[in-house]
């Protein structure tokens, strides 16, 4: 973001942090817990940041922060976790008269406590609120933006109130299986203070194995995947009781390779729909959808095909040369496999999965 960029070059960074750490530090740490005085930094739990800072280097963070909520300011920007905290004062000074019944939140795993705080601010826990004005769901498997919160200490009781969804009705059990295997050693919590086992959870029907291909380069990696859809199409063709296309995605990490994968799959002959961000997919439109990983959250398809998945792009080579320590190393490589957990639990019948190179080494087990 510019604004970081001119805070970061107009100051000197503390030795042995990079620039990542410390915007790291502010989303998770100073707008977490909404931090707002020097003091209050100083003395703040910085629980699972690894790296520890002492008095000294906290305390010359700190203008850092300073300088870009000053600057945040001066271009009329806030962040949502600004927003949060303002509404939520907002709305506890007229606690008694507001209009709400029920709040329903739905991606629950990827909210921080300021966020969570908001939701009970719009709707307390009082004699008007009553005891079930909140509805939530989410997935921690899911987590992939690097946000995190213990319902019950954002005022939010859980314990002997949630129950888990163990039935999974869109992915069958062979690509599950797979999905959930990518997160192997990810410590995944419950959304409130507890750790959640795997135990228990299972699909409604089983299917076919995952496919897992290497391509030379990327436009061997387009033809393999227009060649497998070509074979998969067909095969559907000839099943009479097909009533409709079946649904197909392309997922890839980052917009530039999506598009320049619609490139070669339109020179091939396809018809594609880029999906973007904050942009609903209008179902009418006949082709085969091209999207970010990211932006596949809470979509789902017959077929999806994973492509770039090799060793430097999942994760990114920049992000995990940024990390300046083994937790935040850690952190990248967790948040990746949850990114391709819930790009592969996005394909109900069939999951295939390309590269050019070596597979990224989070894809354990995988060969071609
Ligand atoms: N009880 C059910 N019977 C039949 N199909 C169901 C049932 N519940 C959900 N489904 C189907 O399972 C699929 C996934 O459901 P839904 O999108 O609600 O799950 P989700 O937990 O929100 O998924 P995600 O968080 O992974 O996006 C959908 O196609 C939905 O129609």
Not at 73 to 90: H, I, N, V, W
Request: proline share 4%; charged share 30%.
């Amino acid at each position: 973001m510019a604004i970081w960029d001119e805070v970061l070059s107009s100051h000197a960074l503390p030795e042995g942090l990079s620039a990542e750490f410390i915007q790291n530090e502010w989303s998770q740490v100073v707008q977490a817990q909404g931090l707002q005085s020097r003091e209050d930094y100083l003395k703040a739990a910085r629980t699972g940041r690894g790296t520890r800072l002492d008095r000294r280097t906290r305390a010359s963070l700190w203008p850092i922060f300073e300088t870009f909520r000053a600057r945040m300011r001066e271009e009329g920007l806030a962040e949502p976790d600004d927003a949060f905290r303002e509404a939520t004062s907002l709305l506890e000074v007229d606690a008694e008269t507001l209009p709400y019944s029920a709040v329903v939140v739905d991606e629950a795993q990827d909210m921080g406590p300021q966020a969570f705080k908001l939701i009970r601010a719009i709707a307390p826990d009082g004699e008007k609120g009553g005891k079930n004005s909140i509805f939530i769901v989410g997935d921690a498997h899911q987590r992939i933006y690097q946000r995190r919160a213990s319902l019950s200490s954002c005022g939010i009781e859980v314990r002997g109130r949630s129950r888990r969804l163990r039935l999974n009705y869109r992915t069958s059990e062979n690509i599950r299986r797979w999905a959930v295997s990518v997160l192997d050693g990810v410590e995944i919590d419950d959304l409130d203070d507890g750790t959640e086992t795997e135990a228990g959870y299972k699909s409604l029907f089983s299917g076919v194995e995952p496919e897992f291909a290497s391509a030379s380069d990327r436009d061997n990696e387009a033809q393999l995947i227009f060649q497998r859809l070509a074979t998969l199409r067909k095969a559907t063709d000839s099943d009479l009781e097909a009533a409709s296309e079946p649904s197909a995605c392309v997922l890839m990490r980052t917009n530039r390779e999506v598009d320049a994968m619609g490139d070669r799959l339109r020179n091939l002959g396809l018809e594609t729909v880029r999906l973007r961000d904050n942009q609903a997919d209008d179902p009418s439109m006949p082709g085969l959808r091209l999207a970010t990983m990211h932006r596949s959250k809470g979509l789902e398809f017959d077929w999806i095909f994973i492509a770039g998945a090799e060793e430097g792009s999942l994760p990114p080579h920049a992000a995990l040369a940024s990390a300046v320590d083994a937790a935040m190393r850690r952190a990248i490589i967790d948040q990746e496999r949850s990114l391709v957990h819930v790009a592969a639990t996005r394909a109900k019948s069939f999951l295939h999965v390309s590269w050019v190179g070596q597979p990224a080494s989070i894809l354990k087990g995988v060969s071609s």
